[in-house]
């Protein structure tokens, strides 16, 4: 598995086709070609309610328009679903793993686009957006290549006589539900691993990012996923999101999202309603509070850097942000300072600028959200430095608070925006149990020059993705597989080892092979 390399926007022509791409789907958008409705059996269908998506880095802009599904597009979906499940679950996995490098094709062919759309309609600056898109493509080369690694049977045992044979198949129906934050590579990992492994598929996008979501979906029937093996329903996570997981006909929900919405589909899935057939599998990738342990001999000129990175990339919308930092000793003061006087320096802008190292937060509502949190805090907390916002689009300024103390909200509360809380603790173990005295364990990262602080980190800081002396986010598909534990989530790691099998129910078959009998009529 080779990964797909990130574009090089250092080479002038790079840069000139990405914005030659950005301006061709600016006009593209301005004459209304992306929308987003249901596509039921293949088939798009407008319905009675829509919502205007907008661009975050002005309001003011138009995306696209989204036609949202209501409970009896569902009902629809899932009858189109229940026809098409078993001819899907029967196709030989070669198949179905060569769709899946056909959807990544799709994905490169249209790769620029898809990053301009990011940018558009999730906000995400440069950079991230086509990290978004590689990583969509690897999910798509990394599920087909683990497929085929799982598809064969095996045998358990070699024993005379008796022939014990191991294998996995699909449970049914598949159920995706979809953040913003990674607008094309979360809802493309878990779509494509559901379908990979057999299972007939619905994508339930996030509300914000549906129309980056709608281009994926047509690339997935594109790609030849048939028409009642997938159906694309975007809507109202509350409604029709809520009304999917209830439904008897689900087999396995696949969530990335809140803790809040999280928690709820895994209490709701565990009610078994008459007439269901399997106890749903869920799988939920949640939130983070993620902390970087600065060591006393740290050095400070990496550690700054990648806090800066971890802490501001994305404006902070992602669940591996850094949004706490533990400084050993007599790093404190000097950390914190270098810290507040970089972030002085970092861009805010809109996401179109390729200079953009902040972006708007993802709507209107988180912004005031966030506004709100930081008034709030700076009576109870020092703010050390606030930087400025321009004056449209969901803009927070990035916000830096220290001696901050560790029972507060601001310290254990996930804000999910570029709001960074520092503190001081006396020795590096002290750091530790800081850092995991939350109720989160997602990411964490450490920058220290002693091997033995180093080597204390690796038995003892107990999050799902520990990195050292390097920043915390941008995790690699099958290089570095991600998710948490504790209320980051529940189920194996995105692009690992162990994903697919979470899609798959494990069977055993034992034939006797000594005792046939003898049937000279059927020779
Ligand atoms: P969210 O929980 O608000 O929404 C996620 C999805 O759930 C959306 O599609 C939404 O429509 C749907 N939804 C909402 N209510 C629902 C309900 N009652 N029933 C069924 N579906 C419902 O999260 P978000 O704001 O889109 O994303 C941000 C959150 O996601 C953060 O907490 C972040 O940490 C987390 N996240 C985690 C990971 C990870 O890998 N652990 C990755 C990305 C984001």
Known sequence: MKNESPLDFTIAHNRDEFQKTIEETNVRISQGHYKATPLIGGKAITTPHSEISIDPSDPDQQIGEVWYANKEHCDQALKSLREGAESWSETPAAERADILRKIAQGMRERRNELSALIIREAGKPWKEADGDVIEAIDFCDYYAHEMDRLAPKHQTMDVMGEGNYYFYEPRGLGLIIAPWNFPLAIPCGMTVASLVTGN?????????????????????????????????????GEDIGAYLVDHIDIDVICFTGSKGVGLDIIRKASEVKPGQRNVKKVIAEMGGKNAVIVDEDADLDEAVKGVLYSAFGHAGQKCSACSRVIIVGDAYEPFVSRICDAAKDIAVGPSQNPETFVNPLIDFESQQRVLNLVDEYKNEHNLAFRGTTPHKGYFVPPCIFTDVDTTSALWNEEIFAPVLACCKVSTFEEAIHVALKSQYALTGGVFSRSPKNIELAWKKFRVGNLYINRSITGAIVCRQPFGGSRMSGVGSKAGGPDYLIQFLEPRTVTENTMRRGFTPELI
């Open 200 to 236: 007939a598929t619905i994508l339930k996008p996030a509300e914000q990012t549906s129309i980056i979501a709608a281009v994926f979906a047509q690339i997935v029937l594109e790609a030849g996923v048939p028409a009642n093996a997938f159906a694309f329903l975007p809507g109202d």
